[in-house]
């Protein structure tokens, strides 16, 4: 091989080549156009790559779509040496069988793509503790994602093994991926005059003429490739071909190249195109129809003329020249050339995407297996890029063509719940056995109709209405009453069924899940008998990630607004632990985030919220609307605006059920409220409890608006309207009976109510929150606080255990906040106002004068300036126009 002018390039090869073999790693990108001799370096660092194991892979625009197909190229040659997956694939890089033996066992961890990243990690660190290996990979801008996000997640822990990766990727067609490459790039420079002086000479056995070396700079630009088809196309080195080579720009060379083809023996034509087509392959002379010998000969001939078939620069001019139907023929050929030849689904299958002919049952059933392997490697877009193409080759009418919309509902539902719907309302009717068609309709999730179109849901009630097999019925029943949420009248019926209803079988108890959730909903049931019953449903289902396409979701938000989550917990880590596509960490995180909360932990609520949200999956649809739902209500009672800005920037502006989209306004008024803008939230706020009450979701624990629109009241001053607020809370809370619910009503109630009552509801919250120790904390706040300004030497105590439990539960804003109370610096001390001194500051803030007043309390004017003159000493202000902000420091939203 004949590498001019490229010393430094593989100076620096070679130093991290030597770097690898001591033990430290590193990530090279050789870049450049095409033609520039990016291919020729990775072939010299091969060709020093001693004493370490060396792994290559070529990428192809073919096999983009065969998931982890690089990987593969990579790997298994290694591996199919004796003994070496035993070896290897053990502890976490047997997360990695997948990708190479399609019959693999799998468990749940092995679902999905993240969990083969995971092996494959592990596999190459194991390989590299053994042995430093060096990968190798040429035109890594056509690689496979799933591959790509292995390498980057490789590139980023190289430092700490013994593995070098060095790829090549052409100028224009960059991968995204490559930014997320830490990396040493090396671009080799075009070749200077010397150098192609230097190289013709080598070509052509003559020295050149200036004149010609000019020109043959000036045309190629320096690129070793064109230089190469330059020569091929002179018959000397001499100043009379100068003209000749000033015809050949790249587009000619071209033109050049295919004439060149043309006049070869027909074998090495035919060769050539099998080699355009299915590249360099054991199968490429059978293609071409020729014999081991005669493709041998095709190859001897094509090399003598200078048609270097491996480039592909080469084999896409072969390609291009070739008319549309001769080149779908090849295609086809070569694909059914790899099916019968027993080739893998996928590796096949992603050739199949670019033949637009029916090819027969044999491409349908490959392009099902393939779709089925990419699934079980976590790539469902490329497994529904494989089952559309299915689809074209099925009749419209067929029972299999509806077994194939429903594989690819299956698969959308991850990334596109919408055309999930849509598929699996498509493939229904073509059934023609009802509980075919009722096994379909179950592949949707409960959580995934709240946003079905009014045909899909007439479909299912048909269905049902058909049918006559139990298990099925309460399945189908579950989504049809999951749709019902948003009606009252339908809601109200969910308890006298819940009562009806058994957990004996899974069928039962999806339906429980969301008769529970609609009880829990309206709070027609007391929290503790939904607790109960929530308990018991979860006990009988397994930890698993894939729970997050099911109806559990709603089971855990049912025990979490019941108060009883703590068994929640330890089911959501084991799930967790299991999962390993983002959709699912996503999804559980947000699950963990509710619970958490819930249990008094916001500083572990706020890092798991941060963690789902992080994880760009939530978007308000499908199966992801439980869980936004319930970050909505973590995010406002952390009141963070952060993570408030980061919930509603995830939802895209579209139509929602009443119930979803009022959830959504209540945290916009949430940030409304942050931002200082207290009536916009406020009057937001009013307009979700009514929507609420429409659709009959009365629950406070999970829609907290009423305490929320008390605090609202407070800080513009009406008193009076914050305690009418705080008490509808109350009454709700009591009707539910979660303690979390009632303490946080209570504790609201008493900040608002003057005098001893306020203080005797204030010491009941703090008892009723004796388990939620960040709920706790804040009604301890304000019992201390109304205690110092009352005298009180219980005060120090109680807010000292407020900030012991502020700190415990991770709430570091509350905890600053106490602290501040304890020094005697809080701006936002709870003063004891009388009832009447209540009453008179609230109609100050209004507006009213004294004898307005004193006319509306029927009293004197002295006796509201009395009022009033207690009052400012209280809150420590003087004026009247100061009181609205006292009211607001004293009595803060903020606890």
Request: with cysteine; glycine share 6%.
């Amino acid at each position: 091989m004949i590498l001019l002018e490229r010393t430094d390039e593989l100076r620096q090869l070679t130093r991290a080549l030597q770097r690898a073999r001591d033990g430290h790693g590193d990530q090279i990108v050789i870049t450049g156009p095409l033609g520039c001799g990016k291919s020729a370096l990775l072939e010299a660092l091969r060709a020093r790559a001693t004493g370490v194991r060396v792994l290559t892979a070529t990428c192809s625009v073919l096999e983009q779509d065969f998931a982890f197909g690089v990987a593969r190229q990579l790997l298994e040659p290694a591996l199919a040496k004796a003994g070496a997956c035993g070896r290897w694939l053990t502890g976490t890089a047997g997360l990695a069988k997948p990708v190479f033996e399609l019959d693999a066992q799998l468990g749940s961890a092995f679902a999905v793509e993240e969990a083969a990243v995971s092996g494959l990690l592990a596999l190459l660190q194991v390989m590299s503790a053994e042995k430093p290996t060096v990968l190798l990979i040429d035109d890594l801008q056509w690689a496979d994602d799933p591959s790509l996000r292995w390498l980057v997640r490789l590139a980023k822990t190289l430092r700490e093994h013994a593995i070098l990766l060095v790829v090549a990727t052409r100028d224009g067609e960059r991968s995204p991926w490559l930014d997320a490459f830490r990396r040493t790039e090396i671009r080799p420079e075009p070749l200077s005059a010397k150098a192609i002086a230097e190289l013709v000479e080598r070509r052509t056995g003559q020295t050149p003429d200036v004149e010609f070396v000019e020109a043959c700079h000036a045309v190629t630009g320096g690129n070793p490739l064109f230089l190469r088809a330059v020569l091929h196309h002179v018959t000397s080195p001499t100043a009379d071909q100068v003209p000749h080579v000033r015809e050949l720009r790249p587009a000619r060379l071209k033109e050049r190249l295919v004439r060149g083809l043309a006049t070869q023996p027909e074998h090495a034509r035919q060769f050539a195109k099998a080699l355009a087509i299915l590249g360099t392959d054991d199968l490429t002379g059978q293609l071409a129809g020729l014999t081991d010998q005669q493709a041998l000969d095709a190859q001897r001939i094509l090399d003598q003329a200078g048609l270097v078939l491996i480039r592909p620069a080469v084999r896409d001019a072969i390609e291009e020249s070739m008319p549309v139907s001769e080149r779908e023929d090849w295609q086809a050929r070569a694909v059914k050339l790899l099916h019968d030849n027993d080739r893998p689904a996928e590796q096949v299958a992603a050739r199949l995407l670019a033949v637009t002919t029916t090819q027969g049952r044999w491409a349908i059933e490959t392009l099902r297996d393939a779709a089925v392997t990419a699934m079980r490697r976590g790539a469902p877009e490329v497994a529904a890029r494989y089952l559309r193409r299915a689809l074209r080759d099925v009749p419209g009418d067929s029972e299999h063509r509806a077994r194939l919309l429903v594989d690819l509902a299956t698969a959308e539902r991850y990334f596109d719940p919408a055309a999930s719907l849509r598929h699996i309302s498509y493939a229904v009717p073509l059934f023609r056995d009802v509980e075919d068609r009722a096994t379909a309709l179950v592949r949707i999730a409960p959580t995934a109709l709240g946003q079905a179109p009014r045909p899909v849901r007439d479909l299912i009630g048909q269905v049902a209405a058909e049918l006559d097999h139990p298990e099925l019925g309460y399945r189908l029943e579950a989504r049809q009453r999951y749709v019902w949420h948003v009606d009252p009248a339908l809601l109200a019926d969910s308890v006298q069924r819940l009562e009806q209803i058994d957990g004996s079988t899974p069928g039962r108890r999806e339906l429980q899940i969301v008769l529970l959730d609609a009880a829990m909903l309206t709070a027609r049931l007391p929290a503790k008998d939904v607790a109960d019953l929530a308990s018991a449903v979860l006990t009988q289902e397994a930890p698993h990630p894939k729970h997050v396409h099911t109806a559990i979701p709603l089971l855990i938000r049912v025990l979490a607004a019941a108060d009883a989550a703590h068994a929640a917990v330890p089911w959501l880590e084991r799930a967790l632990g299991q999962a390993a596509n983002t959709v699912e960490q996503a999804l559980i995180r947000a699950q963990q985030a509710f619970v958490l909360m819930h249990l008094g932990k916001p500083g572990e609520a706020h890092r798991a919220a941060e963690h789902a949200l992080d994880l760009a999956v939530l978007d308000w649809r499908g199966d992801t609307t439980t869980a936004a739902i319930g970050l909505a209500a973590v995010a406002t009672e952390l009141r963070d605006p952060g993570l408030i800005a980061k919930i509603l920037t995830s939802r895209p502006d579209r139509d929602e059920p009443a119930g979803c989209e009022a959830a959504y306004r209540m945290l916009h008024a949430a940030g409304e409220a942050l931002a200082g803008e207290n009536a916009q939230a406020l009057e937001r706020l009013q307009d979700c409890g009514r929507v609420f009450d429409s659709v009959g979701w009365r629950n406070p624990v999970l829609l907290p608006w009423c305490i929320t629109t008390a605090r609202l009241h407070a800080r513009l001053g009406d008193l009076t309207a914050a305690r009418e607020a705080a008490a509808v809370a109350w009454d709700r809370a009591a009707e539910w009976g979660a303690p979390v619910g009632v303490g946080r009503a209570l504790s609201v109630l008493g900040r608002y109510t003057p005098g001893r009552q306020g203080l005797g509801m204030l010491q009941e919250a703090v008892q009723v929150l004796h388990a939620n120790p960040f709920e706790r904390a804040k009604a301890l706040l304000q019992l201390g606080a109304r205690e110092r300004a009352d005298g009180d030497p219980h005060a120090q105590h109680h807010l000292d255990e407020a900030h012991r439990l502020a700190v415990q539960s991770g709430a570091e804003k509350l905890a600053t906040r106490i602290a501040k109370e304890l020094d005697g610096n809080s701006p936002g001390i709870v003063v004891a106002l009388t009832r009447t001194e209540f009453k008179v500051a609230g109609l100050v803030v209004q507006g009213l004068t004294n004898s307005e007043i004193a006319e509306e309390l029927a009293v004197t004017s002295r006796a509201i300036e009395k009022h009033l003159t207690n009052s400012f000493r209280k809150l420590g202000i003087r004026r009247r126009t100061e009181l609205p902000g006292a009211l607001a420091r004293a009595y803060p939203p903020s606890a």
